[in-house]
T-cell receptor, first 110, second 114 residues
Framework: TQLLEQSPQFLSIQEGENLTVYCNSS?????LQWYRQEPGEGPVLLVT?????EVKKLKRLTFQFGDARKDSSLHITAAQPGDTGLYLC??????????FGQGTILTVHP | AAGVIQSPRHLIKEKRETATLKCYPI?????VYWYQQGPGQDPQFLIS???????DKGSIPDRFSAQQFSDYHSELNMSSLELGDSALYFC?????????????FGDGTRLSIL
């Protein structure tokens, strides 16, 4: 069974601060996705990383896939209240099976 | 771009009733996945279909069944509903024929059992 440990589970910060969310596993994934989910809605895909060491940027969000494809991080610079939500890291296999992290509930206060 | 469409968005049922949830995947996606998400939990995988055949099975109760039709839409049939079935049910689709393609989620069906 593949496990994906995501931390922290809860993060409450002030607008303008930086933050990093981590996902770690002992298993190798063929891909790693990050989703953002708002209450009552489906997870929305932010990014997919597939190559060890890959770094992708999406405006103020920076995603990194570990060299061994076992871990990933999401860094948000100058967080905004609109960044508030549940962030999910999800490990993928070549045959479509997903392993979800526990999620990080981010609250950004104005 | 077209997204995954789920219907209904909300459904209220009583114990022991049946419910049918529908999912219309992104066009040309060949795989559909069903998930159940309880309050404060990450989505739990129920079942998936690839090219209209069941491809994987997760923690789906025996009271539930699902199928994928010739037009690739899928339905999740739930019978003898219990209070514990109250949850958000998500459908996701992907193009499994292309490597490392992510799953795209619908907005879910909120099922409430009274």
């Amino acid at each position: 069974t593949q496990l994906l440990e995501q931390s922290p589970q809860f993060l409450s910060i002030q607008e303008g601060e930086n933050l990093t969310v981590y996902c770690n596993s002992s298993s190798v994934f063929s891909s790693l996705q990050w989703y953002r989910q708002e209450p009552g809605e489906g997870p929305v895909l932010l990014v997919t990383v597939v190559t060890g060491g890959e770094v992708k940027k999406l405006k103020r969000l920076t995603f990194q896939f570990g060299d061994a494809r076992k871990d990933s991080s999401l860094h948000i610079t100058a967080a905004q209240p609109g960044d508030t939500g549940l962030y999910l890291c999800v490990g993928g296999t070549s045959y479509g099976k997903l392993t979800f992290g526990q999620g990080t509930i981010l609250t950004v206060h104005p | 771009a077209a997204g995954v469409i789920q219907s209904p968005r909300h459904l209220i049922k009583e114990k022991r009733e049946t419910a049918t949830l529908k999912c219309y995947p992104i066009p040309r996606h060949d795989t559909v996945y069903w998930y159940q998400q309880g309050p404060g939990q990450d989505p739990q995988f129920l079942i998936s279909f690839y090219e209209k055949m069941q491809s994987d099975k997760g923690s789906i109760p025996d009271r539930f069944s699902a199928q994928q039709f010739s037009d690739y839409h899928s339905e999740l049939n739930m019978s003898s509903l219990e209070l514990g079935d109250s949850a958000l049910y998500f459908c996701a689709s992907s193009d499994l024929g292309r490597s490392n393609q992510p799953q795209h989620f619908g907005d879910g069906t909120r099922l409430s059992i009274l």
